[in-house]
């Protein structure tokens, strides 16, 4: 799995759209995390985004062009 970067909605207007700046975050290992969305697209297709709520986390799929 290569570098990925996901934004919120909001980020993504400040930035673009409103010609914003950000800042490098805050760094933490996730080798189980990458482990599991390495399956996941291997099993099920390309990540495109992580959803995050409360302890929980979505991994979004890109849909089968099907």
Same mark, same amino acid.
């Given at each position: +799995?290569?570098?990925?970067?996901?934004?919120?909605?909001?980020?993504?207007?400040? %930035?673009? &759209?409103?010609?914003?700046?950000?800042?490098?975050?805050?760094?933490? &290992?996730?080798?189980?995390?990458?482990?599991? +969305?390495?399956?996941?697209?291997?099993?099920?297709?390309?990540?495109?985004? %992580?959803?995050?709520?409360?302890?929980?986390?979505?991994?979004?799929?890109?849909?089968?062009?099907?």
């Amino acid at each position: +799995m290569n570098k990925k970067i996901f934004w919120s909605d909001e980020a993504h207007i400040h %930035l673009h &759209r409103d010609k914003g700046k950000v800042i490098g975050g805050y760094y933490f &290992r996730a080798f189980d995390l990458v482990k599991f +969305m390495k399956l996941v697209e291997k099993e099920e297709g390309e990540v495109v985004g %992580l959803e995050f709520e409360d302890n929980n986390v979505n991994i979004i799929i890109k849909a089968d062009d099907k």
